[in-house]
């Protein structure tokens, strides 16, 4: 399979103020990662890890004064972290985000539907609305509604329809079922291997262990700890591991 999107040796120092002064900490540290077309691989590993910050990098999403090392390959191409103008080219064509936030990531104050009208319109998207929240398992009468008129699981899916609105290679899912009820769960995980089906290369970040093992959606195991990746392994070689702090994320309970 070809990988369409990879960190190799990536390292990211962020800046923190303390007092009058400014330290750094390092967040990422020789970070090796690949997202393979048409799999879902999942990033798993302990509170404050890193995990969240891999996807700002694969997304070019790294916070302002960040100092960077290694490389960020998407579709084979070498990014400059730095380059704010080639993400934006990126971002929704060859990248797709669903944010850790759903519900507080849209407008309040504009109606679902006009808010992806104006994300496919950006995009050239050759789906509309409608058509979006169809393939989300949505009712037609979203696209009339407000954000805060829907459920978690309602607006978990809106942010997955307007991260497929371009047809991205690359799916970014940062705790896409965290907040949801196990039917809910299992629909989002049932969107994302769908577009792994329909080729693109899926990575998702979660604690749902058991959501994630439910669904049979997942390829790949990435593990993280104190910033840097361990190991990526196929899921059944992780789950036939038997290297403790492994065997701890797989068998944990979501909070």
């Not at 967040?27 to 048409?38: E, H, I, K, M, T």
């Not at 407000?146 to 607006?155: D, H, R, T, V």
């Not at 403790?244 to 944990?252: F, I, K, T």
Request: net charge neutral; proline share 5%.
């Amino acid at each position: 399979m070809a990988v369409v999107a990879s960190l190799h040796g990536f390292s990211a120092d962020i800046a923190v103020r303390r007092g009058r002064g400014t330290d750094s900490v390092t967040v990422l540290d020789s970070v090796d990662l690949a997202v393979r077309a048409g799999s879902v691989t999942a990033l798993i590993g302990e509170s404050g890890c890193g995990k969240s910050m891999v996807a700002a990098a694969l997304a070019g999403l790294m916070p302002p004064g960040s100092r960077v090392r290694g490389t960020v390959r998407i579709g084979g191409t070498d990014m400059d972290v730095q380059d704010e103008k080639g993400w934006r080219a990126l971002r929704g064509r060859r990248i797709g985000l669903v944010p850790q936030s759903a519900a507080t990531s849209f407008t309040p104050v504009r109606t679902v539907g006009s808010q992806l009208a104006e994300i496919c319109t950006r995009l050239g998207a050759d789906r509309n609305p409608e058509q979006l929240c169809a393939a989300v398992a949505l009712p037609a009468d979203v696209v009339d509604r407000y954000p805060g008129e829907l459920s978690g699981g309602m607006a978990q899916r809106v942010a997955i329809a307007a991260a497929l609105a371009g047809r991205p290679a690359l799916l970014l899912a940062d705790e896409p079922t965290s907040a949801l009820d196990p039917g809910n769960a299992e629909l989002v995980w049932h969107l994302l291997g769908q577009a792994c089906a329909d080729g693109a290369g899926v990575l998702v970040i979660t604690h749902d262990m058991p959501s994630l093992l439910r669904a049979q959606k997942c390829d790949d195991v990435a593990v993280m700890a104190r910033g840097r990746v361990l190991d990526q392994l196929p899921l059944d070689a992780a789950l036939a591991s038997t290297d403790p702090y492994l065997r701890a994320l797989l068998n944990a309970v979501p909070a």
